[in-house]
């Protein structure tokens, strides 16, 4: 199985900055990241799909990169509104599995 | 709008059986490979299941091989999971959720339904 290793599990971060959060597979996924936001109560909403691809309606100031085993997702200005957990998942091989997820907090 | 909507969710004994439902709508329900994937209270995402389009490639996490069976119902655009024998490990919220056709990645989850499993 290809586990996801994600760090890290939490943050605290202030309006306007920037954050990133990092996640490694066990084996080489190539490009088959997708990145997850998930507010309490709510389903998931993909944010990043294909390491580096915006899903429509999602602010440029989230980005994502890597290939291979090391993926990050980058928040640039950070909004009130970005308060959430995040999830990468790999979908390059079954079992599809997840990382733990990181809760972000917005002071 | 695509749309996924799930039901069946309940409290349910252990060694008890249940069926979930997930209805599409606003696509072509047909085209597009299903999952269900789920999430216990306070942990993270856990993938389950996975069914193709066409039914022909399915899938299990092995935590509920031989226990959950995956099917769809195309005409209907319909989605099932049929849990059984069920573990108190299994209570979670029951999402499914639709993979792109191109690419492969989930782009749509449905809203969730609950199971809690407990005597």
């Known amino acids: 199985d290809s586990h996801m290793t994600q760090s890290p599990s939490s943050l605290s971060a202030s309006v306007g900055d920037r954050v990133t959060i990092t996640c490694r597979a066990s084996q080489d996924i190539t490009h088959h990241l997708v990145w997850f936001q998930q507010k309490p109560g709510r389903a998931p909403r993909s944010l990043i799909y294909g390491t580096s691809h915006l899903q429509n309606g999602v602010p440029s100031r989230f980005s994502g990169g890597g290939y291979g085993t090391d993926f990050t997702l980058t928040i640039t200005n950070l909004q009130p509104e970005d308060s959430a957990t995040y999830y990468c998942q790999q979908y390059r091989f079954f079992p599809y599995t997840f990382g733990q997820g990181t809760r972000l907090e917005i002071k | 709008e695509a749309q996924l909507v799930e039901s069946g969710g309940d409290l349910i004994h252990p060694g008890g059986s249940l069926r979930l439902s997930c209805g599409g709508s606003g696509f072509r329900f047909s085209e597009f490979n299903l999952n269900w994937v789920r999430q216990a209270p306070g942990r993270g995402l856990e993938w389950v299941a996975y069914?193709?389009?066409?039914?022909?490639?399915?899938h299990y996490a092995d935590s509920v091989k031989g226990r959950f069976v995956v099917s769809r119902d195309n005409g209907r655009n319909f989605l099932y999971l049929r849990l059984n024998n069920l573990r108190a490990e299994d209570s979670a919220i029951y999402y499914c959720a639709r993979q792109t056709n191109t690419d492969y990645w989930i782009d749509l989850w449905g809203q969730g339904t609950q199971v809690t499993v407990s005597s």
């Open positions: 069914i193709s389009g066409g039914s022909t490639v399915i």
